[in-house]
């Protein structure tokens, strides 16, 4: 099972983009009664949380995103998505999306967001 993020990208600061992270490999069940997460990693600081789904979807987020940034997941699909808008520079960094599937904790392997002023 892996964790496989996308959607990352060069935009101006005001814009938007969307960032999707599927979960290959995982049954439904199991992505379902998952709770998953979106971190990012800015040059030479600390991974941080960003926002968190949990299997009823229940969301919360960090405050430096809040009315911003919205995440939401299509169990279906297997896919979390994090809609990012009103994008500022300050949000530049590489984004993971993680959660613990099948008793482990897995990583997506990151997609860089730069912010353009």
């Known amino acids: 099972v892996q964790l496989q993020a996308s959607g990352g990208g060069l935009v101006q600061a005001g814009g938007s983009l969307r960032l999707s992270c599927v979960a290959s490999?995982?049954?439904?069940?199991?992505?379902?009664?998952?709770?998953l997460n979106w971190y990012r990693q800015a040059p030479g600081k600390q991974r941080d949380l960003v926002a968190s789904?949990?299997?009823?979807?229940?969301?919360t987020y960090d405050e430096a995103v809040k009315g911003r940034f919205t995440i939401s997941r299509q169990n279906g699909k297997k896919k979390i998505f994090l809609q990012m808008d009103n994008l500022s520079p300050d949000d530049t960094a590489v984004y993971y999306c993680?959660?613990?599937?099948?008793?482990?904790?897995?990583w997506g392997q990151g997609t860089q967001v730069t912010v353009s002023s």
């Open positions: 993680a959660g613990r599937l099948y008793g482990r904790d897995l």
């Open positions: 490999g995982a049954i439904l069940s199991e992505f379902s009664g998952s709770d």
């Open positions: 789904i949990n299997s009823a979807g229940a969301v």
